[in-house]
């Protein structure tokens, strides 16, 4: 088992900048995928990034040249660096884990139903 931890939301205003982190326990995350995913009131959830153990890695377009996703196996923690913050970022971002699958079908990010861990999520609030 896998139980995740995030922080570093907050209400922030737009232009500003934030760094979400997830902190792991119970096993090493280093051979798992990694994903934030983020939910706005009224909205689905949806992919912001993802990272695999192997280092590929995926952005949403909405995000692209403005988030970081990055991994400190050694802390077993993954972050999430936001800059250039917009208000349609305001959302509960989830950080969630998915355990290696050999010889999966499924493509990177990979479906949402697949990933076997996840947070309680952090908000994240921008005004404009």
């Known amino acids: 088992q896998v139980q995740l931890v995030e922080s570093g939301g907050g209400l922030v205003q737009a232009g500003d900048s934030l760094r979400l982190s997830c902190a792991a326990s119970?096993?090493?995350?280093?051979?798992?995928?990694m994903a934030w995913i983020r939910q706005a009131p009224g909205k689905e959830r949806e992919f912001v990034s993802a990272?695999?153990?192997?280092?590929?890695?995926y952005y949403a377009d909405s995000v692209k040249g403005r988030f970081t996703i990055s991994r400190d196996n050694a802390k077993n923690t993954v972050y999430l660096q936001m800059s250039s913050l917009k208000p349609e970022d305001t959302a509960l971002y989830y950080c969630?884990?998915?355990?290696?699958?050999?010889?999966?079908?499924?493509?990177?990010?990979?479906?949402?139903?697949?990933?076997?861990?996840w947070g309680q999520g952090t908000q994240v609030t921008v005004s404009s």
């Open positions: 969630a884990a998915r355990r290696p699958r050999p010889g999966t079908t499924t493509e990177f990010p990979f479906p949402m139903e697949e990933y076997n861990y």
């Open positions: 990272n695999t153990g192997s280092g590929s890695t």
């Open positions: 119970g096993r090493t995350i280093s051979y798992h995928t």
